[in-house]
């Protein structure tokens, strides 16, 4: 530890803080910076009212850290992504969670190798059969993502149910799902996190969507039927998402053996 005992002046003066204020008068209401002897700026400036951290040089991923007796954080700020992470885990402070599904009597009559949106945690609708997204195979199963638009031409209501209309800039931190099939003979399955520009004017095209962005996907998963549920901790492609879009979780099969009971967690922060 530095000590100034027997030290002239001279020698320690580098070392010391002092706000950067040449008027003597000391802490007033203008919020100035703390510098060392040398007056070399700190991260640090304060008021008599207010205390403020900024960096000096490169922003870090601990600009600003609480931590226990341990040394172990329980609060730190990063100013590389600007997010504000708290707790022994160190999640983002302002971490949320969204889910789509559907049991599977909802999902009975989809046709196989067509992406189905499937219901935000809004509301489940009687059918989501008529939800189509677009055709999830080209030459073989799931090597084509959902349809980057839509066209309403019928089921707004079934529709509506699916839409995830998301109200600030969000960034999606993890997207994972789990499903089950009803009879004891599966298919291939896939899934995907999409984003869209959603129209809100109200007239004829209202709700249509276009820009269709894949936020998250996952590679096929092979359900060898109702003998087990299957999970799947998928990619993230494109995590950030501005307010005014709409979300879509959708689900694909390569054949019609079973139905499926669809359960997908969605974990954010806002930006």
Not at 107 to 112: E, K, P, R, V
Not at 234 to 245: E, I, R, Y
Request: aromatic share 8%.
């Amino acid at each position: 530890m530095a000590t100034k005992t027997g030290k002239p002046v001279s020698e320690t003066y580098p070392n010391d803080l002092t706000i950067d204020q040449s008027s003597g008068v000391g802490v007033d209401a203008t919020t100035r910076n703390v510098h060392d002897g040398l007056g070399q700026s700190t991260s640090i400036s304060l008021s008599d009212d207010s205390f403020r951290v900024k960096p000096v040089n490169d922003n870090t991923v601990g600009t600003f850290q609480v931590t226990n007796s341990g040394g172990s954080p329980v609060l730190k700020v990063d100013t590389v992504n600007s997010k504000v992470r708290a707790g022994a885990s160190q999640v983002a402070v302002n971490t949320q969670y969204a889910y789509f599904g559907g049991n599977w009597t909802d999902q009975a009559g989809f046709t196989a190798d067509i992406h189905h949106a499937i219901p935000f945690n809004t509301g489940t609708p009687t059918s989501t059969a008529g939800t189509t997204m677009g055709s999830s195979t080209s030459s073989s199963f799931n090597d084509t993502n959902p349809s980057s638009s839509l066209t309403i031409a019928a089921n707004a209501h079934l529709y509506t149910a699916c839409y995830w209309h998301v109200r600030d800039n969000i960034t999606i931190d993890e997207v994972t799902w789990l499903h089950g099939a009803d009879t004891a003979t599966g298919e291939a399955v896939v899934a995907h996190l999409m984003a869209y520009t959603v129209d809100t004017g109200n007239g004829s095209t209202s709700g249509d969507l276009s820009g269709g962005t894949v936020v998250a996907d996952g590679a096929t998963i092979t359900n060898a039927g109702s003998e087990q549920i299957y999970y799947q901790s998928m990619t993230v492609q494109s995590a950030d998402v501005d307010a005014g879009k709409v979300i879509l979780f959708t689900f694909a099969s390569d054949t019609i053996n079973s139905d499926y009971s669809i359960n997908a967690t969605v974990k954010y922060h806002i930006r």
